[in-house]
T-cell receptor, first 114, second 112 residues
């Protein structure tokens, strides 16, 4: 049981380049999330998908887009990368979006934008 | 005021001692509370969840919730060097739908 799988694990981009971070879960969870983690800032929600077919903005959505491809997969796209997007990105999933919904995290993607 | 605040670290305790980690939250309608542990360079992993006022014990870990004071804490008894990590408090804020809001985390070091 792999849980939540993210690809790639590491990435270096040049300013202005685009890329897509992939996330897949095999726990049959309905809800999926993208967070970024910066030193001293904790985990901040970028976008989330409460269920298949829906996506909503989180706390810091600017510069990102998402796609809930199916129940298993939730991708995060950077259309034009900026140095401010250098961060560690975590994908997470939970069985349901409301009440008592523990989140399970992927291993993270360490992104550097130069 | 931050939505979820944790006591500033780093926190250092000797092996065998009790480590106390604290968290306050601003939204009174919050319903679900979680403690995650994150080792350096790794992803967060859930260690405790609590939904009702009072204490919840799991092995060496005890979570305490006081909704009237908007306060949740984590006690680690008989602390071990392997407990050295950053501990993240997370709150499910029903007013914002399905979001989990995290505190900045408290770094704990257990000294042998």
């Amino acid at each position: 049981n792999a849980g939540v799988t993210q690809t790639p694990k590491f990435q270096v981009l040049k300013t202005g380049q685009s890329m897509t971070l992939q996330c897949a879960q095999d726990m049959n969870h309905n809800s999926m999330y993208w967070y970024r983690q910066d030193p001293g800032m904790g985990l901040r929600l970028i976008y989330y998908s409460a269920s298949e077919g829906t996506t909503d903005k989180g706390e810091v959505p600017n510069g990102y887009n998402v796609s809930r491809l199916n129940k298993r997969e939730f991708s995060l796209r950077l259309e034009s990368a900026a140095p401010s997007q250098t961060s560690v990105y975590f994908c997470a999933s939970s069985v349901r979006p409301y009440l008592r919904a523990e989140a399970f995290f992927g291993q993270g993607t360490r992104l550097t934008v130069v | 005021q931050k939505e979820v605040e944790q006591n500033s670290g780093p926190l250092s305790v000797p092996e065998g001692a009790i480590a106390s980690l604290n968290c306050t939250y601003s939204d009174r309608v919050s319903q679900s509370f979680f403690w995650y542990r994150q080792y350096s360079g790794k992803s967060p992993e859930l260690i405790m969840s609590i939904y009702s006022n009072g204490d919840k014990e799991d092995g060496r870990f005890t979570a305490q919730l006081n909704k009237a004071s908007q306060y949740v804490s984590l006690l680690i008894r008989d602390s071990q060097p392997s407990d050295s990590a950053t501990y993240l408090c997370a709150v499910n804020r029903e007013t914002s739908g399905s979001r989990l809001t995290f505190g900045e985390g408290t770094q704990l070091t257990v000294n042998p």
